[in-house]
């Protein structure tokens, strides 16, 4: 009796914790946003030093959704001291006395981006609770010389996150997107019906049979 006590005692304090320690629902932009960040990481681990040259970036970035890309591109860029310039905006002159100085040009391309809802996470005996999200990524950077044209460096990444949105947090996970809107899984409302109407039929055949029998 003591124990059953001690529970019931633990269960309301957990049951009266703040609302606040709740985990908050991220908007798909925020999803997105996470990915690039750890994109961006990847991408840039192994580029070559331009500090003193810096980069020119040709924006808006093509299939780069919500341009989340390329503003942690730039950001990264710039926290590691490299001078990064807008192509056609301030960038340094092409003239003769500039060329050996000219900064490298970074072609980025976002083969793939996206959200989407993997499937449903169904509550117990019936319903729906939430939904398995996930968000992904895919870039490649290309380093160019413009004084020669050579390729100097080159490279692709991908990146994802996934995470169960609470049905009662659809709209919020949709909020603010750009437009993100992944449809929700399809699926039968009977899955987990049919177990149970398949186990009441074979229940009452027994009763019946049972019952002829006497």
Not at 92 to 104: G, N, T
Request: proline residues 6%; hydrophobic residues 45%; glycine residues 12%.
């Amino acid at each position: 009796m003591r124990l059953w006590s001690g529970i019931a005692v633990a269960l309301a304090a957990l049951a009266a914790m703040p609302g606040g320690a709740e985990a908050v629902t991220k908007t798909h932009g925020m999803m997105l946003d996470s990915v690039a960040t750890s994109v961006v990481a990847d991408l840039l681990r192994e580029a070559p030093a331009a500090t003193g040259r810096g980069v020119v970036l040709t924006l808006p970035v093509r299939g780069d959704t919500l341009g989340v890309l390329a503003q942690r591109l730039v950001e990264r860029l710039r926290a590691q001291g490299v001078p990064v310039h807008l192509a056609g905006r301030g960038a340094p002159d092409d003239s003769a006395s500039a060329a050996a100085v000219r900064p490298l040009e970074m072609g980025i391309r976002v083969d793939g981006s996206g959200v989407s809802y993997l499937r449903r996470i169904r509550s117990f005996p019936f319903g729906v609770k939430g939904y398995e999200r996930m968000a992904a990524l895919r870039a490649s950077v290309t380093l160019v010389d413009p004084t020669t044209g050579e390729v100097t460096w080159a490279k692709s990444a991908s990146g994802r996150a996934v995470d169960v949105v609470p049905k009662r947090d659809l709209l919020l996970a949709g909020a603010g997107s750009g437009g993100i809107n992944p449809p929700l899984p399809a699926g039968g409302g009977f899955r987990l019906l049919e177990p149970l109407i398949v186990l009441g039929v074979v229940s009452g055949l027994v009763v019946l049979f049972y019952s002829n029998r006497t």
